[in-house]
């Protein structure tokens, strides 16, 4: 897998000389069997082709959307404005660290670097993880450019479209701006490879949420880590759903409650005096593969989550972790932070198999053409 990987960086693509509108789902090949649907996707926004999900992988992910092996997770409402579901696990291990795998190999990462005003200074900040994005915000989708012209759907959910044939249209709106022309964005979003699609299928299912963003971090070492922070971005809306899924080394997540105003602690209000409470507790999840934690309701708005870094032995035994994130952004400006946060303009990274870690792979965005 890595040399088609790595050659693949170097290399023109295979060309195909008919569009390939089959399904990469429902197939019923014996499992890794080499065939035309598992030709990898290679949309012009990508810096690189991105292989198809082995087949044995793809089946058992589709078998997560089935009655017969629908997951109750635990509910974690038990703290003032902590509204969570756990799944423990979402994925049976074995598959985890399977999907874990073929991620970190074929996904390109980026290591960014941006500047953030900091007491009214520039200061650089190096994010401490590999990060990557998928997704365009509801006010676009990805359509087949040979086949759309009489179809409006939206295919981010649909994978039946092979993803290098498909441009960014503008999605049909019920407001009075009928524009048709898509947003200038500053990245162009790129759309979620079919390699992402079955497992954004399975966990809209398990979780019945609609995502059209997918947001990875690949924490290579114990010192790969998030701060503590929310996710109560505005551009994902009101008390917005984000599903959290863990792939590969477990690792541990944090949740505390943010800080409440004195004054209306001080005063006893019965619903932020019960928060002033929770002020101080701090929640620690052992994340392990295929783990998954639902994060909704007042949950950004009210609790900071971080995944701290982790001395010691870390998690270079099992190669690091993987964490995905499947949110839904309403409007452009979600998908200008989220590549701007989770791309940027850096160099391309991935995994090597052969030196067994991340490897600067090429030039960031101002080559990011189609190879
Ligand atoms: O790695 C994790 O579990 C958390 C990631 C996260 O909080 C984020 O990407 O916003
Ligand atoms: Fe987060």
Redesign the pocket.
């Known amino acids: 897998m890595s040399k088609r990987t790595l050659d693949a960086f170097f290399k023109p693509p295979p060309k195909r000389t008919k569009p390939d509108t089959t399904t990469t789902t429902t197939t019923t090949n014996e499992e890794n069997t080499p065939s035309q649907s598992q030709s990898p996707d290679n949309h012009s926004t990508y810096p690189h082709p991105i292989a198809q999900l082995p087949t044995h992988l793809e089946k058992a992910l589709s078998e997560c959307t089935e009655p017969a092996s629908h997951r109750e997770g635990k509910i974690m409402n038990n703290q003032p404005d902590l509204d969570c579901v756990y799944y423990q696990p979402f994925i049976p291990r074995r598959i985890a660290n399977e999907l874990f795998r073929v991620l970190r190999a074929e996904l390109p990462f980026y290591r960014v670097v941006y500047f953030a005003k900091r007491g009214g200074v520039d200061v650089q900040i190096k994010t401490p993880r590999f990060t990557t994005v998928f997704g365009v915000d509801e006010g676009c989708f990805f359509a087949d450019a040979d086949t759309t012209s009489n179809l409006n759907i939206n295919s981010d959910s649909n994978s039946k479209y092979k993803t290098s044939h498909l441009t960014l249209r503008k999605a049909p709106t019920t407001t009075t701006n009928t524009s048709s022309t898509v947003p200038k964005y500053t990245y162009p979003p790129r759309p979620i490879p079919s390699l992402l699609q079955s497992l954004k299928k399975a966990v809209e299912y398990t979780t019945k949420e609609t995502y059209n963003f997918v947001l990875v971090n690949y924490y290579a070492t114990g010192e790969d880590s998030?701060a503590f922070?929310?996710?109560d971005e505005r551009f994902l809306g009101f008390e917005p759903a984000?599903a959290?899924l863990s792939l590969g080394g477990e690792r541990e997540f944090l949740l505390k409650h943010k800080p409440v105003p004195s004054e209306t602690a001080a005063t006893g209000s019965a619903d932020r005096g019960g928060a002033s409470a929770a002020v101080g507790t701090t929640i620690k999840l052992p994340l392990s593969s295929g783990d998954m934690i639902l994060m909704r309701g007042r949950t950004q708005a009210n609790w900071l989550?971080s995944i701290p870094k982790r001395k010691g032995r870390g998690v270079a035994g099992v190669g690091g972790r993987i964490n995905i994130?499947f949110r839904r952004a309403v409007v452009p400006a979600g998908t200008e932070n989220y590549y701007h946060y989770n791309v940027g303009t850096g160099g391309v990274w991935g995994w090597d198999e052969v030196r067994r870690e991340m490897v600067e792979r090429g030039a960031g965005s101002e080559n990011r053409k189609p190879l």
């Open positions: 998030i922070h929310s996710d984000i959290s989550h994130t």
